[in-house]
């Protein structure tokens, strides 16, 4: 299969993917409908393709990652593209030289598809604007992180098989979550109810802006929801104490073996990971029939394959063009 062979189900048109906020849902749709079809046709993403043979593919990651990294670098090698793997500790960012200048650096040694994850807000968006490769967003700071985003609602599509009409839970640290964020642009588009729950100091009252409902207590909305996406609460980037302890807070928001007693039969257990046994749900949840974590991480890989083939296709269009 070749990158103008790509059964591609509806219209993309985007050089870059830095988020799912300005994607429609008719967009959202190609690439789920294309990890789809990756699943098929690759078993589950096992098999190689030649899609992007003779491409090349760098991942510049400013900010610390296994799951994401290891999935982008499988999915780009697993289409038949070389991959060059960057780290800004052992990079000339140590001695002074910018984020752009590095980039550029990078680029200008035949780089086609650019993966960036970085702390700062905006910053694959900044790539975008200096790069000619197209550029992904593995994540940007507190922002977004839309391939995160696709492969939760594309878990949850495959298990549900659909994503409209259905009520899907945000649970925990909603204002420092780029997941959460992405989760929200492509849910709602979707045509999904979401409701945002977590302590009131990490829930930020502008959110119910994305179209979002609010809740305090886990226990009262878990009878009603459908998927219940817990999210880790990232210490990291905390200034201050958000809650009086990991205690309490496992106590009032994580998911156990007594409190999914209360959910529905078929509930969906979904977390982005890594996470936090013990504080955002326990072994025997994480682990039990409820819990999809371990398809999330396989349905990365497909996610991350279809979104790197549709940026190849429009970067070589725009190529062939010039």
């Keep these: ?51 992007l043979k003779g491409l090349v593919v760098a991942n510049l990651f400013f900010e610390n990652s296994t799951r994401t990294r290891t999935s982008f670098s499988l999915a780009a090698r697993r289409l038949g593209a070389d991959t060059v793997d960057f780290t800004a500790s052992s990079s000339s960012l140590s001695k002074g030289e910018t984020f752009i200048d590095t980039a550029l650096t990078i ?31 593995a ?16 878990t949850i599509r495959k298990h549900c098989g659909k994503i409209a009409g259905l009520t899907v839970a945000l649970v925990g640290d909603i204002r ?30 502008e959110i119910r802006q994305l179209g979002v409902d609010v809740a305090w207590s886990l226990d009262d909305i878990l009878p009603e929801v459908d998927c219940v996406n817990l999210l880790r609460v990232q210490f990291e980037r ?13 106590n009032l928001f994580g998911m156990n073996g007594e409190r999914i007693k209360k959910a529905k039969s078929n509930l969906l257990v979904l977390a982005p990971g890594p996470i936090n046994r013990g504080v955002e749900l326990t072994p025997d949840v994480a682990d039990g029939p409820h819990s999809v974590i371990l398809n999330q991480v396989s349905n990365g890989l497909l996610i991350r394959m279809a979104a790197l083939s549709l940026l190849a296709r429009e970067h070589q269009e725009k190529q062939d063009a010039a």
């Design 1 to 51: 299969m070749q990158l103008a062979d790509l059964p591609i189900s509806g219209p993309w048109g985007e050089r870059h993917l830095l988020g799912l906020e300005r994607l429609t849902a008719a967009q959202l749709n190609t690439v789920l409908d294309l990890a789809a079809h990756y699943d098929q046709v690759t078993n589950g993403g096992t098999e190689r393709l030649s899609v």
């Design 238 to 250: 905390q200034r201050g104490a958000f809650f009086p302890s990991i205690a309490e807070y496992a």
């Design 139 to 154: 994540g940007d700071g507190t922002h977004e992180h839309p391939t995160q985003g696709l492969l939760d609602i594309y």
């Design 107 to 137: 680029e200008a040694m035949g780089i086609d598809l650019v993966v960036c994850r970085h702390r700062t807000p905006g910053a694959p968006h900044l790539l975008a604007r200096h790069l000619k490769a197209g550029v992904l967003n």
């Design 176 to 205: 420092h979550s780029r997941v959460a964020r992405s989760n929200i642009h492509g849910l709602v588009k979707l045509g999904a109810r979401v409701i945002v729950c977590g302590p009131s100091t990490l829930v930020p009252n």
